[in-house]
């Protein structure tokens, strides 16, 4: 059976693919655009498609009765792809959680420590050779230890950084999630504003979706401490990203760590240019053998779907 590949995945996963299937690989990293995802639901019988690849409703209208029979998407996210139209088009999608979870919440732990800390600027000033040297109040941040914690989405990356920051950092928790969840460690369900208000950190860690379109936006950055810091590493549609600049223009929180953005690879310049912003380039699941564990988990899901079975991660 042909197996596309959107993207070069890590050598033993590709070298896996490569005995169960007849594999094409793209050459670029850059994501598929519209045509290329009609072309490959008309051509291949499996796709493993990645973060960006334009699995559109439109793309399933341009390609009625697909030969493809799976999606199984390299990454835990999948906005990219019109879940209702593939099913339309009996076309299954699958994705690969549990294999992203302690990455991303390390990226999220990176992120609340290098603003907190203002470790970005630190080192910008450094490697500027602008560093006169160690004083008393020189580069004065927030000291983490003890700060109250919002995470805003409490599924498997939330509750991983939730347990990071409690039991590492002794941070109270507290936590906005659309369902009644309870933990397995002290952390208090509240209403947004509420949370929002009480937090000291916000981490945002909901799934992207109609539902959660610009969740955070201009109200609910209103609502946090002006000496407070945010943190996305959800996907970038989930925060009004304007509301963000703009309330970090006006004073109305400390700071910012973000690994996603509204429209990236695009960062506005007004992000880039504040000192108080730290801004990585998507790196929630960046390690070898996150993405050998991920690319394993998407290829159990093909293997699934040739041999006849559901894939076992479908969404």
């Known amino acids: 059976m042909s197996l596309l590949i959107s993207r070069r995945l890590p050598d033993s996963v590709m070298a896996a693919a490569e005995a169960r299937f007849d594999v094409t690989c793209r050459a670029t990293t850059q994501p598929m655009d519209h045509a290329e995802c009609v072309a490959a639901l008309r051509e291949h019988d499996l796709i493993l498609p990645s973060l960006g690849d334009a699995f559109t409703a439109q793309a399933f209208a341009d390609a009625p009765a697909p030969k493809a029979k799976l999606l199984a998407n390299f990454g835990v996210g999948y906005n990219h792809i019109d879940v209702g139209a593939a099913r339309a088009a009996g076309v299954e999608v699958s994705n690969t959680p549990g294999a992203v979870t302690d ?77 009644q969840k309870q933990m397995d460690f002290p952390a208090e369900q509240l209403p947004m504003d509420d949370a929002l208000a009480r937090a000291d950190i916000v981490v945002l860690a909901a799934p992207s979706g109609a539902e959660t379109h610009h969740l955070m936006g201009a109200a609910q950055f209103a609502a946090m401490k002006p000496a407070a810091i945010f943190v996305n590493i959800s996907r970038g549609d989930v925060v009004d990203e304007a509301a963000l600049i703009a309330a970090l223009e006006a004073g109305q929180i400390a700071g910012a760590g973000l690994d996603v953005f509204e429209f990236e690879p695009a960062v506005p310049d007004a992000l880039r240019a504040m000192e108080n912003v730290t801004l990585l380039p998507h790196l929630g699941t960046a390690a070898l053998e996150v993405r050998e564990d991920m690319g394993r988990m998407a290829l159990d899901n093909v293997i699934a779907v040739a041999e006849g079975r559901a894939a076992p991660n479908a969404v």
């Open 103 to 179: 990455a991303t919440a390390d990226i999220a732990l990176t992120l609340i420590l290098m603003t907190a800390r203002r470790a970005g600027e630190g080192e910008r000033m450094v490697r500027a050779g602008a560093w006169t040297g160690w004083h008393p109040t020189q580069m004065l941040g927030m000291h983490v230890s003890g700060k109250t914690v919002c995470v805003v989405g409490m599924g498997r990356i939330g509750q991983a950084i939730a347990k990071r920051c409690h039991f590492g950092f002794g941070c109270k928790v507290v936590f906005v999630n659309r369902s």
